[in-house]
């Protein structure tokens, strides 16, 4: 199915006041994941999206062992007391014999249960006069045992196909023995910034101009996400430019732009990717960040961002990223809202969906947010001194001191 045919069939599709909630899912509608895989170590597996599912072979532990140093014994025998000691169990190296009646073994954290003891006592509280080993009143059956397959049994699926890879999964299938996985293939992204007014660093800022930050801070973004990053540059404002790069760009599975799609510009941005794909523009019911355009250019989705510094980075975050790790075969890629207490009136008015710019700290108990002041789409100063989003809902009007607000944190976002 076409794009066009894809979208317009969704519930309140309005290409030029469209509310973020149904963009978001036009363009998941749209979206498929990469299906292609290939195995890597695990050492490299980091961030990676599992394409298989780990079904442990063995279980972990491989034994019963002990949980802690101490003495092993039969917990039926501790009223034939004193116990005889008549061996040591150590990590790695197992007591060959069994325990008889009024026996006990000295043992060690993660060393295997000698055969017979049940139980597990620890040395701090034992008295020892040679080879009698007594033991005070208020012991427990089975305490301090881990049991074969606590951590993981044989058979039980423990990840699954679609898991982003952190360092506890890459522990839990190393312990299992295993050394590779099956990992989606990187998602394959190139970019690049349009305008006749930005200057590359190195170069002197002449009149007019500003040096290009955007794809300073895209690349930032995709950085976190693991995809495979291709920067183009700057494509100026020139036809026969930008049709090469959108050419060039569309080998990839994404483009992302930023600049040329507002709606009052003399750009032949918009006029290409309409010319060279199949690509919608948008007017998006938020702010900042309202025009943008989506849509597919050859094989290649492409997503046009708006050219002012902190729009780029909201629409990032609230279209691209989730798009870009539903695409890699991720499953998890909402960022979450919580709640905090407004510090200070917010102005806000209803039918769009603002994104302010927040420091959430924590003041008497409570969580409170403010704004990072002047919220201009220009200022990306107000990005770098934000610790958070503050989400103001589409029909929600001016927020009074104390009320309750939604906020996304930048922190820990990938
Ligand atoms: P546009 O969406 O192309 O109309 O651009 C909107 C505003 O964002 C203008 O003030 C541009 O100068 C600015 N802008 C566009 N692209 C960049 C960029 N790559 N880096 C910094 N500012 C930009
Ligand atoms: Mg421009």
């Not at 309140?12 to 978001?24: I, T």
């Not at 101009?209 to 976190?224: F, I, P, Q």
Request: charged residues 25%.
């Amino acid at each position: 199915m076409s794009i066009v045919q894809t979208v317009s069939c969704l519930d309140g599709y309005d290409p030029d006041a469209l509310r973020v909630d149904k963009a978001r899912a036009a363009i998941l509608a749209c979206l498929a994941p990469i299906r292609d895989s290939e195995s890597v170590r695990i050492r490299d597996a980091l961030g990676r999206v599992l394409a298989q599912d780990i079904v442990p072979q063995i279980n972990v532990p491989a034994h019963d062992n002990s949980a802690m140093d101490g003495y092993a014994v039969r917990f039926s025998d501790l009223d034939k007391q004193p116990l005889k000691e008549i061996g040591t169990a150590l990590a790695g190296r197992p007591f060959a014999g069994k325990l008889g009646a009024g026996e006990c073994v000295r043992i060690m954290t993660g060393a295997v249960m000698p055969q017979g003891a049940d139980t597990v006592v620890i040395q701090e509280v034992v008295k020892k006069d040679g080879e009698r080993v007594t033991i005070p009143p208020g012991q427990k059956k089975a305490q301090n045992v881990r049991y074969a397959g606590e951590d993981l049994k044989v058979g039980i699926p423990v990840l699954g196909e679609g898991k982003s890879l952190k360092p506890a999964d890459i522990g839990l299938i190393a312990s299992l023995g295993i050394g590779a996985v099956k990992v989606r293939r990187r998602l394959r992204v190139a970019f690049f910034a349009t305008g006749d007014e930005l200057a590359s660093i190195g170069a002197p800022l002449k009149e007019g101009e500003v040096y290009d930050s955007n794809r300073y801070t895209l690349h930032g973004m995709l950085a976190r996400l693991g995809v495979e990053i291709i920067d183009m540059g700057v494509v100026r404002d020139d036809p026969a430019a930008l049709e090469k790069a959108f050419l060039s760009a569309s080998r990839h599975d994404v483009i992302i732009t930023t600049g040329g799609v507002s709606v009052g510009e003399a750009d032949f941005v918009k006029q290409l990717m309409a010319k060279l794909g199949e690509v919608l523009f948008w007017k998006i019911a938020m702010r900042p960040g309202r025009p943008m355009a989506f849509g597919k250019v050859g094989d290649a989705f492409l997503f046009g961002l708006p050219g002012n510094p902190v729009a780029v980075m909201v629409t990032f975050y609230e279209f691209v990223r989730d798009a870009l790790l539903f695409m890699s075969g991720r499953e998890d890629a909402a960022i979450p809202l919580l709640k905090a207490s407004a510090a200070e009136n917010l102005r806000k008015v209803p039918g769009r969906t603002e994104y302010q710019r927040g420091i959430l700290f924590r003041e008497q108990d409570q969580w409170k947010v403010r704004t990072t002041g002047q919220q201009g789409s220009g200022v990306l100063r107000s990005m770098s001194e934000a610790n958070c989003f503050i989400v103001l809902e589409h029909e929600r009007g001016a927020v009074k001191a104390g009320e309750p607000v939604s906020v996304q944190l930048f922190e820990g976002l990938a």
